[in-house]
Each structure stands twice: as C-alpha cells, then as structure tokens.
Nanobody, 112 residues
C-alpha cells in the first residue's frame, strides 16, 4: 500500500520560512514525478511545484524565487523549502506521487 505523509507545516509570520517533507512508503519514488500542491479555503487545489525523476523542476509563478522543491530518492522523501512566506501562501499543502497518489496534507498558515 502506497502512503504519503506530509509534515513540517505550521503557523509562521509573513517573511518567515518553512520546510515541508513528504515521506513515501510502499513504492520507490526514484522513477516518478513528485509534486506539491496546495488548496486554500474556498479555492481549487493548485500546483505549487514538481520535480521529475531527472531532477528537473518546475514552479508555479507564485512560487518562483521563493520555494525550492527537492527529492531524496534513497529516503523516499520530497521536500518543499518555502521562504519569504506571504499570507496568501496559507493553504493545506499536499504531496503527490506520479499524479496518482496523494497525502492527507499539512496546514500552512502565514500571519500578516
């Protein structure tokens, strides 16, 4: 059974940083695209960033220059380093494996 468990969310002031982690069990991540998505209250889930098996990355415009996605295949873990956080980054952040599997999410709240 494939499981994705996110952690690292919390409450932070604007301008602060958080590092999210997603640990995958039940399947190797080395050949899969991994992504971070977020969903704010009343809004649709949106892509934040993804990283290909090759290590190539892509970011939403809102994340460029502030967020960094990375992966450690040996640990089955993908990270999202978030800097210069803004109140509009407040959302539940979800990890995705191969466009098929989802974690339950971790709450990020940025206060102004």
């Amino acid at each position: 059974q494939v499981q994705l468990v996110e952690s690292g969310g919390g409450l932070v002031q604007a301008g602060g940083s958080l590092r999210l982690s997603c640990v995958v069990s039940g399947r190797s991540i080395s050949r899969n695209v991994m992504g971070w998505y977020r969903q704010a209250p009343g809004k649709q889930r949106e892509l934040v960033a993804f990283i290909l098996a090759s290590g190539s990355t892509n970011y939403a415009d809102s994340a460029k220059g502030r967020f960094t996605i990375s992966r450690d295949n040996a640990k089955g873990t993908v990270y999202l380093q978030m800097n210069s956080l803004k109140p509009e980054d407040t959302a539940v952040y979800y990890c995705n494996l191969g466009l098929n599997y989802w974690g339950k999410g971790t709450q990020v709240t940025v206060s102004s």
